[in-house]
């Protein structure tokens, strides 16, 4: 199922992310470091691609201290210049102005979803003063069910890593020389605390990925998919208009 070369691939990931950047006239990348392993292949991807035009941004929103431990580490492994940015305060200050009240219910799905958009406005406030494009971390298997927050972080210019299902990632993350402990994290969105993709999702990404890979999976397995799929199939597409 993974048998390709990642060598070659790696490198064409490379030559693709030099291209659409100076397709769209930009100098750069700037990229979300969270910590795991989508976002330190896509850094590590795009230092390639611009040695000396690559900004990461650490933005800590009531995360795991350890993110950002692995978020600094992956930048400092391979001389990515970073900031960190830490959106406590905004989040508050912001959830409280929308419910016109000091003491707001955080753990629920539309508060978690503000952490990411928030991270996307960051994004861009700093791509546009360097003239780089916003560089995502969105794989394929994430992409196929939705598994982003829209406009948050599926708010970018370009997805590199869109065509691997999740193990690829690992095998981009061998060749590139991420360290074992990113590679083997648990993944998560770090939307609140403890959550973790598998746990939230109901299978493992070894299943999502044969399944799109081979069409072959337990028929649970099917059914969550195909049903995820299709319910959030409006986060890949461009807002419908009317036609007259």
Known sequence: MLDKDYNQITEKLVDWIQEKVKDAGC??????????????????????AFPDNTLGLIMPCYSNPQDQEDAKKIAEKFDIPYQVIDLDFVFDQFLTTLEGKEKVEKDNLA??????????AALYYYATKR????????????????YFTKFGD??????????????????VAKVLGI????????????LWEGQTDEDELGFSY??????????EARDEVKEKVDELAEKNQHKLEMPPIPKF
Do not use: F, H
């Not at 508060?111 to 996307?120: D, E, I, Q, T």
């Not at 599926?154 to 890593?161: F, H, M, N, S």
């Not at 070894?206 to 069409?215: A, M, P, R, S, V």
């Open 131 to 146: 003239n780089s494009l916003v560089v995502g971390t969105d794989n394929r298997s994430e992409l196929k069910i939705g």
């Open 206 to 215: 070894e299943e999502l990925d044969k399944y799109i890979l081979t069409g």
């Open 179 to 190: 360290p074992e402990e990113i590679i083997n994290k648990k993944p998560s969105a770090g």
């Open 27 to 48: 100098e750069g990348a700037v990229i979300g470091l969270s910590g795991g392993i989508d976002s330190a292949v896509t850094s590590a991807l795009a230092k390639k």
């Open 111 to 120: 508060a978690a979803n503000l952490k990411p958009r928030l991270r996307m």
């Open 154 to 171: 599926g708010g970018i210019d370009i997805a590199p890593l869109g065509n691997l299902v999740k193990n690829e990632v690992r095998e």
